[in-house]
């Protein structure tokens, strides 16, 4: 399967972005989708997921601000991003996972001014 991400860009500190991810296949055939983010000189950290179930998880970081969604039936998932912070400045890629992700999008950038 091939995971399309979109949505990332610019913007200050406190606002929002929506990112996108769209696969080419069922989504529901992985047991969850996630979003991993990698900023500069550090090591990609996951940041949620979602289950075919719909539950969801966060890493602590993002807990509170960050919601990950999902649409079946259009083989898509989503982040959205509030109350950003500079340190959210990554390259954000979605992928789809069985125990341990699977496959991986292509990555999109997000910088947050302060």
């Known amino acids: 399967v091939q995971l399309q991400a979109c949505g990332g860009g610019l913007v200050q500190a406190g606002g929002s972005l929506r990112l996108s991810c769209a696969a080419s296949g069922s989504i529901s055939s992985f047991n969850a989708m996630g979003w991993y983010r990698q900023a500069p000189g550090n090591q990609r950290e996951w940041v949620a997921f979602i289950t075919t179930g719909g539950s969801t998880n966060y890493a602590d970081s993002v807990k509170g601000r960050f919601t990950i969604s999902r649409d079946n039936a259009k083989n898509t998932v989503y982040l959205q991003m509030n109350s950003l912070k500079p340190e959210d400045r990554a390259v954000y890629y979605c992928?789809?996972?069985?125990?341990?992700?699977?496959?991986w999008g292509q990555g999109t950038q997000v910088t947050v001014s302060s």
């Open positions: 992928c789809a996972a069985n125990r341990n992700p699977l496959y």
